[in-house]
């Protein structure tokens, strides 16, 4: 059978493998930032809608999850917001009820988090992976672009709110671009946002693909492994895709042994492996990064926790 809403299954950087769900048509978004992978924003919008039959989404994950292996992670994603679509927290107890096993994940840029309904929806995920750029209102018009002009501090508030009832895992993603969001003033201003709003995990990322704006461009390896030492309050872990371990500065072998020889006894979450060891989230996460890529370790839901467990 052809799918028209999920795609996948593919392996991800952050959730291993992950079957796709797209419930809006190409590139319905209530954003439009510069840096998007998916192209420019065609239907720019605030409003949530079933923008497809919940009916017919739902049968095509029964179809898939009925006849394929369980993927980690049902992630709700696609090339626009998900939170915009009207029934996603009934699809997701639908995909639960019929499909204990199955874990989810959303990928969202928060928008609409200061809606109650919309944090309500996404509190019946196992994982939710929000976004924020910056925290200085100039910088968040100028990179994503949004639909909704005055709405930084909903997000912010909608995001501190979110925190407070959810008590299974965040991973907030910061996209920098060079130029736009990497001054200090942006820096402060996020890193008193992140206090506040309280993620499990922060993770930094930066352009690798062709943007929506041309003139988009990334921030250093270097930049990031900075803004991860003056943010050393905070979980941080840089996300980058590193071909190989030569790539990675100050790179162990002896140390990656270690996590591998700790990983073998149990699943460890990135916390307990920050406290073993006594160093900071990004440098555990550089080398959790290649293990991940070279499909050594995997994360899995135990709780409302995420362990790195070893692949069999
Ligand atoms: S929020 Fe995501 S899908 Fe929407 S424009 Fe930004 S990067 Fe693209």
């Known amino acids: 059978m052809g799918y028209k809403y999920l795609f996948g299954p593919v392996p991800s950087r952050r959730l291993g493998i992950s079957l796709g769900v797209d419930l809006l048509p190409f590139k319905t978004c209530s954003f439009n930032c510069i840096y998007c992978e998916c192209g420019k924003t065609t239907d720019y919008l605030i409003d949530r809608k079933e923008f497809y039959p919940i009916d ?20 709700f994603s696609g090339s626009g917001e998900p939170t915009l679509y009207l029934k996603l927290g009934e699809l997701i107890e639908r995909c639960k009820k019929s499909f204990p096993d199955v874990k989810v994940a959303i990928l969202t840029n928060s928008s609409l988090f200061y809606r109650e309904d919309v944090r309500l929806d996404c509190s ?30 909903k997000i912010i508030n909608g995001l501190i709110e979110f925190r407070k009832a959810f008590d299974k895992e965040i991973w907030l993603e910061v996209f920098f671009a060079k130029g736009i969001n990497d001054s200090k003033e942006d820096l402060d201003a996020l890193h008193d946002a992140l206090i506040k709003i309280n993620p499990d995990i922060v993770q930094l990322n930066t352009l690798d693909r062709p943007p929506a704006d041309s003139s988009t461009l990334p921030v ?9 030492l ?18 990675i500065e100050n790179y162990s072998p002896e140390f990656e042994d270690q996590i591998i020889s700790t990983l073998k006894r149990r699943p460890m979450t990135r916390n307990d492996l920050v406290e073993i060891y ?24 135990i709780g409302n926790k995420i362990f790195i467990q070893l692949q069999s």
């Open 230 to 247: 003056l943010w050393k309050d905070l979980p941080v872990e840089i996300i980058s895709r590193y071909k190989d371990r030569s790539e």
């Open 56 to 75: 017919e989404i739902f049968s095509e994950i029964s179809d898939y999850l009925k006849s394929n292996n369980t993927p980690d992670f049902l992630t």
């Open 278 to 301: 006594k160093k900071p989230m990004y440098e555990i996460g550089k080398y959790l990064d290649i293990l991940e890529k070279e499909k050594k370790v995997k994360n899995v839901i």
């Open 124 to 153: 019946k995920a196992d994982v939710v992976l929000p976004s924020l750029d910056s925290a200085r209102a100039e910088t968040f018009l100028k990179l994503d672009r949004p639909a909704e002009k005055n709405i930084l501090d």
């Open 220 to 228: 250093s390896k270097k930049f990031l492994k900075d803004v991860a």
